[in-house]
């Protein structure tokens, strides 16, 4: 089989860039090992940052200004009106908040109104809040984020449809090398491009190819899922520190909604036990918001690992990260809202190939669909 572009890996990144690629014109196929949703695309929380999160030391750092424009890119998508039809997505929430327990730094707050952020963070006046700060026993500041919130398995399975004919489960045990061309389950295939875009999975696959770069960074995080009667909430609590304490995000589970936990205490949380890092997280809940009754709850938590460029100390890198050697692309988003900016990449580096919109290769077997972490956990 000729192809154009052969994409290994169906999260996020390599959906995205399959769509894009297709819609330009391109022949493109995609191998999947597991599921369609990624690994740690279904597992995200969804939030398509405009660097706010990045903005919480007081100034528009680098990794802020790259993501800006993200949230405008998805909304177009979401309206149907962007470069792929997403309108069929559930988005959990238009906006995020910012909150914290007492009072802001005058610093911050002066940051907060400045020119700069005045469109991206609106405070909420007192008799205006939504729960559950909509108390007496509230005396924190609150402020209004513009960024949305997404139904990962509503993005993924919609990514999933869109892309699923040109998708295929393959066994990665089978992958070979040959000259010109990749066999994988003894099939032959002839790509002009080959996209590495399989999270943690690019490891081994480059070690196929025989690559020792570029090289790849895990941050591990210990999430924490709660689930019961809550009520909806999408908010960073601020701390004295650039990052936030904790991210909460909330999500339809039957009649019960689940709050997953990140944040500091997710980074910071990854030498806890699972019973260790619950009653910190429980602990967390009753210092800010005390007034919540966590009676009731189910807890579980999740370790995954985020899958990166390398950088120099280990940190986040500021960007999505595109690596081209000979016809080999290697990617890693670093965040699931930097999709759109990657996909554009990726669109650049196939520039020198000539579209040849071949048929296409109709896969007889798309992988199946990514579960959400709480649809596969075990509840304490
Ligand atoms: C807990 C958590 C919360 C997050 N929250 C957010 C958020 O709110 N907002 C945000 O912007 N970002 C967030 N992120 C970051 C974001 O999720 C990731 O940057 C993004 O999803 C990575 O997408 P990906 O497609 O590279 O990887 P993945 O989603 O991990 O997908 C990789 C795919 O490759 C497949 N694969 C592996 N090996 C092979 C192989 N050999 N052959 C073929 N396929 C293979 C895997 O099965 C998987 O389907 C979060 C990350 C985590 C872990």
Redo the contacts with the bound molecule.
């Keep these: 089989m000729s192809l154009d572009l052969l994409i290994?890996?169906?999260?996020?990144?390599?959906?995205w860039s399959l769509l894009r690629a297709r819609a330009a014109g391109y022949s493109a196929l995609l191998?999947?090992?597991?599921?369609?949703?990624?690994?740690?695309?279904?597992?995200?929380?969804?939030?398509?940052?405009g660097g706010t999160k990045y903005a919480l030391g007081g100034q528009l750092s680098e990794a802020a200004r790259a993501?800006a424009g993200?949230p405008e890119r998805w909304r177009a998508c979401l309206a149907g009106q962007g470069e792929l039809d997403l309108s069929r997505v559930r988005q959990l929430s238009s906006h995020q908040y910012l909150w914290s327990p007492g009072g802001v730094t005058a610093a911050l707050a002066g940051f907060f109104a400045s020119r700069a952020m005045r469109s991206r963070v609106e405070p909420v006046a007192a008799g205006e809040r939504p729960p559950p700060f909509d108390v007496a026993e509230f005396h924190g500041r609150l402020y209004r984020l513009d960024e949305p919130?997404l139904d990962t398995a509503s993005l993924l399975g919609e990514l999933g449809r869109l892309a699923s004919a040109w998708c295929r489960r393959?066994d990665?045990s089978t992958?070979r090398l040959r000259e010109e061309s990749v066999e994988v389950e003894g099939e032959t295939l002839r790509p002009e491009r080959i996209l590495l875009?399989?999270?943690?999975?690019?490891e081994?696959?480059l070690r196929?190819w025989g690559r020792s770069a570029p090289a790849m960074q895990r941050r591990p995080?210990h999430?924490v899922m709660a689930r019961g009667a809550l009520p909806p909430l999408y908010a960073h609590a601020l701390a004295a520190s650039s990052r936030p304490r904790i991210?909460v995000?909330s999500h339809p589970l039957g009649e019960e909604r689940v709050w997953?936990l990140?944040g500091d205490l997710?980074e910071k949380g990854v030498e806890r036990s699972p019973a260790e890092q619950i009653r910190r997280a429980r602990q967390e809940l009753r210092a800010l918001l005390p007034w919540l009754d966590l009676s009731g709850l189910r807890w579980a938590t999740?370790r995954?690992?985020?899958?990166?460029a390398a950088t120099a100390n280990g940190s986040r890198p500021d960007r999505p990260f595109l690596g081209i050697y000979g016809r080999l692309l290697v990617?890693?988003?670093?965040?699931?809202?930097?999709?759109p900016r990657l996909a554009d990449e990726v669109l650049e580096a196939l520039a020198g190939v000539r579209p040849t919109a071949a048929e296409a290769p109709v896969s007889a077997s798309p992988?199946p669909r990514?579960r959400l972490?709480w649809e596969e956990t075990r509840w304490s």
């Design positions: 290994f890996g169906g999260g996020v990144a390599g959906l191998l999947e090992s597991r599921a369609l949703g990624g690994v740690q695309s279904i597992a995200s929380q969804g939030i398509i940052h993501i993200m919130v393959y990665p992958l875009a399989a999270g943690a999975g690019n081994a696959l196929v995080l999430m991210t995000t997953y990140g997710a999740l995954i690992d985020r899958a990166e990617a890693w988003p670093t965040k699931l809202a930097f999709a992988p990514a972490p």
